[in-house]
């Protein structure tokens, strides 16, 4: 699995929006961009993924660029409750051959959202 | 609901015994794991099993071991072998999509 590089630490601002930035620009062609988020003592908690396309859902926006090396994940109006490590990770879909299934986990980026 | 519980959320034991952590998923899925985290690190794997009675070891299985006889039980027992036994514990599953965990157990070892 590619290697990602988070900044270690981020702010915010209460409504606005947070941009959280990820290189990985080992990807293959066949790894997916998957961000999770931690809150202080609990357990991780998905957030999304892509391939290569923008996604988006009801938690997160994710901006992958065109050669896949980089990609950001957009929180559109952060909360108090944002404040959490976020994690970047990229790997192959659980579907293929020989695939644990398991993470690798870096030390993530830590925002803090502020009032 | 369906989810994954473990128990307790905080565990004391004394230096030297052996320790069993609880996972339990009514998720009804295959794949189970147990990762350790130290304070400001990322998630380490320990042990995963993609189907009942099987398991492999991950990237830090010395001085821990696994059972998976029910595809709903995935305990881990971290042994007196373990040296540095005190981390915060989190199992979780694989849902076809994404990987899912539980609250975590915070172990101490004095």
């Known amino acids: 699995d590619a290697k990602t590089t988070q900044p270690p630490s981020m702010d915010c601002a209460e409504g606005r929006a947070a941009n959280l930035p990820c290189n990985h620009s080992?990807?293959?062609?066949?790894?997916?961009v998957y961000w999770y988020r931690q809150i202080h003592s609990q357990g991780p908690q998905y957030i999304i993924h892509g391939l290569k396309n923008n996604e988006t859902n009801e938690m997160a926006s994710l901006i992958i660029t065109e050669d896949r090396k980089s990609s950001t994940l957009i929180l559109p109006h952060a909360t108090l409750r944002d404040t959490a490590v976020y994690y970047c990770i990229v790997r192959v879909a659980h579907a293929h051959s020989g695939n644990t299934g398991k993470l690798i986990f870096g030390q993530g980026t830590t925002l803090q959202v502020k009032p | 609901d369906g989810g994954i519980t473990q128990s307790p959320k905080y565990l004391f034991r004394k230096e030297g015994q052996n320790v069993t952590l609880s996972c339990e998923q009514n998720?009804?899925?295959?794949?189970m794991y147990w990762y350790r985290q130290d304070p400001g690190q990322g998630l380490r794997l320990i042990y995963y099993s993609q189907i009942v009675n099987d398991f492999q070891k991950g990237d830090i299985a010395e001085g821990y071991s696994v059972s998976r006889e029910k595809k709903e039980s995935f305990p881990l027992t971290v042994t007196s072998a373990q040296k540095n036994p005190t981390a915060f514990y989190l199992c979780?599953?694989?849902?076809?999509?994404?990987?899912?965990f539980g609250p975590g157990t915070r172990l101490t070892v004095t």
């Open positions: 979780a599953t694989w849902t076809g999509h994404e990987q899912y």
């Open positions: 998720l009804n899925h295959d794949a």
């Open positions: 080992t990807i293959s062609g066949n790894e997916y």
